[in-house]
């Protein structure tokens, strides 16, 4: 096989221009589409840069023509020759290169490649199992190299902004003690200390928090976390997070400077103009509005309550939702009123999957007034009802009665659903929001306690810490989370840094203290050493490429993920490990090991 020696690359393929005609070049890289024509051979060639058109011309002296003829797709090739302008007539707009192309003087072909299971080009119609299983193929493809070198251009200017703003990028511990509080921990057993485990970090939360006992004041890390959950387009069980904790500055401050880091990276990278500062909203007020605590403000279609117009009739369904504190509420969706029937069927059974019992509507159509509980209410409500509503003839209002938490679900993600079907969402629209004032706890009825809404490191506010033991359900946090277009892209908080505090909020998620110093007692130590007051906040780097990218799944944007069964189809990991492995690990399994 030839090698490259003595033809060392000079340019790169996708960067060359009209004024670069005359000029002798040496080019690596990749045959991506061979055209035949006899006497000639024009070749696509690509790098990592792009494409650019070299051709093979039986006539050029000392050049091996049959060697350019045995080129096939994917060979790896290195070649010399000279820059020159194309004919007018064979300009090609679609490629930045497309004004020129390069007459081969010398061909050496540096290796030879199989047919690949699937064509290195964008926009493939393969099962994404396929792409994974030959992942380093899928890579080759540009999309997914211009969705890699955006995450590398997006992490080089959050760790510019952050240092020109004085953070200090710190790394943490992989290897963690466990605190089930989360997610599911990964385990990792300890050889040298038999029976006992480590955990990857799910995040450096309490180590982050230690830095600042430390006197660092700002700190950030571009991180690995590990979670064992299940899967779905928009999470791994390892993924990477912009980590970053502050001491001495108060909400408004963080935000405002998070706020000029998205500024920076969109408009950096995309050449979009972000406005700051960003709209923020309660969580009450989001939840209320919304149905969901990371709203998609591209849109409209908000929940609106209907429970005045609609109590103390003969309708048994609606008076039993609101004797039991229920709430009946709407979404009005303009111009449906003419919605197929099998479409609202479909939608009754679209709500059932968030917990709703059922669906009902009203149809202000031309012909009048359609809806199965027509018959109890007079016309007088449901024109009062459509004043109400902003409805207008020729619009549908769906609706869904039942406990607030599920009238919420239910709503919010049918809201979502009807946005899609009638194209109200514009991809092109940026909606960046604050979520704030988030409830500081949320009651699990399984384990009949109360859980700590984001971790229970996060701080109340000030003038809710008496409620802690009394009103639990009461006390709103220091808490924030970032949303881009109905995906929370980062989320943080204030944190507690007052050892009684952190006791109280450990017993009113029903830890004792005991079980409390075990787990955290040596962050509960720190806090009696002059801890200063912190906050900070997390970026899911993922999913903020995802959205930047345009893709509808994160496995898009990560060079080697998992598929969702949480399994590697190219390196087969997870695998089984031979039993001289687990013995030296103090370890035995109860699965029976595939014999094959």
């Not at 909203?281 to 209320?288: G, P, T």
């Not at 149905?291 to 048994?316: A, C, H, T």
């Not at 998620?509 to 110093?517: C, P, Q, R, V, W």
């Amino acid at each position: 096989m030839e090698t490259l020696t003595g033809m060392e690359r000079t340019e790169n393929c996708g960067e060359l221009r009209i004024t670069d005609v005359g000029k002798e070049v040496k080019l690596a890289g990749w045959v991506s589409r061979r055209r035949d024509h006899g006497g000639l051979i024009f070749v696509d060639m690509r790098d990592r840069s792009g494409l650019v058109q070299i051709v093979f011309d039986g006539s050029t002296e000392g050049l091996d023509f049959a060697k350019a003829e045995t080129l096939r797709n994917e060979f790896v090739i290195g070649v010399r020759g000279k820059v020159r302008a194309r004919s007018e007539d064979t300009i090609n707009p679609k490629m930045a290169t497309g004004e020129i192309e390069i007459l081969v003087e010398e061909l050496r072909i540096l290796n030879k490649a199989k047919t690949p299971p699937f064509y290195i080009q964008d926009g493939v119609d393969v099962d994404e199992n396929v792409r994974l299983r030959y992942r380093y193929l899928d890579l080759r493809r540009p999309e997914m190299q211009k969705n890699i070198m955006l995450r590398h251009r997006v992490t080089k200017i959050m760790r510019d902004y952050l240092d020109e703003n004085g953070f200090l990028e710190i790394e943490t511990p992989m290897l963690c003690r466990s605190t089930p509080e989360g997610a599911r921990d990964f385990l990792v057993p300890s050889r040298l200390n038999p029976g006992q485990f480590y955990a990857l970090p799910q995040s450096p939360q309490i180590f982050k928090q230690l830095l600042m006992v430390s006197g660092f004041e700002k700190y950030f890390q571009i991180v690995r976390c590990f979670r064992d959950e299940d899967l779905r387009a928009d999470r791994q069980p390892e993924f990477t997070q912009l980590d970053i904790e502050t001491s001495f500055l108060n909400q408004d401050q963080l935000l405002t400077l998070m706020e000029g880091l998205i500024k920076k990276i969109f408009e950096t990278t995309l050449d979009v103009k972000v406005e700051i500062p960003f709209k923020r909203m309660s969580w009450d007020e989001a939840m209320r509005r919304f149905g969901s605590d990371k709203p998609d403000l591209r849109f409209g279609m908000e929940l609106q309550d209907i429970s005045e117009f609609v109590k103390g009739s003969e309708f048994k369904v609606f008076n039993s939702v609101l004797e039991r504190n229920g709430q009946i509420k709407v979404i009005r969706v303009d111009d449906y009123a003419d919605i197929p029937r099998r479409e609202l069927d479909g939608l009754v059974e679209y709500v059932k999957t968030y917990g709703a019992k059922g669906l009902a509507w009203i149809q202000y159509s031309a012909e009048g007034i359609k809806s199965p509980f027509k018959k109890f209410y007079s016309e007088e409500t449901f024109e009062e009802i459509k004043q109400a509503t902003g409805c207008k003839t020729g619009d549908l209002l769906l609706v869904v009665g039942d406990k607030p938490s599920v009238v919420a679900q239910a709503l919010g993600e049918l809201r979502l659903e009807m946005a899609r079907r009638r194209n109200l969402i514009d991809a092109d629209k940026l909606c960046f929001l604050w979520i704030v004032d988030f409830p500081m706890f949320e009651y699990v009825e399984e384990d009949k306690r109360y859980k700590a809404m984001h971790h229970p490191f996060t701080s109340p506010r000030e003038e809710d810490i008496e409620l802690l033991l009394t009103a639990p359900d009461k006390v709103k946090a220091n808490a924030y989370d970032i949303v881009l277009n109905g995906v929370e892209v980062g989320g943080g908080s204030l944190r507690i840094y007052q050892r009684d505090v952190q006791e109280k909020v450990f017993e009113a998620i029903g830890l004792t203290h005991e079980e409390a110093y075990s787990k955290f007692g040596f962050l509960m130590d720190a806090f009696e050493f002059g801890t200063p007051p912190h906050g900070g906040i997390a970026f899911g780097l993922d999913r903020l490429i995802m959205l930047m990218a345009k893709r509808k799944s994160i496995r898009d944007v990560i060079p080697f993920p998992k598929t969702q069964s949480a399994i590697d189809p190219m390196s087969h990991a997870p695998n089984e490990v031979d039993d001289k492995q687990l013995r030296e690990l103090y370890i035995k399994t109860t699965v029976k090991k595939n014999k094959e």
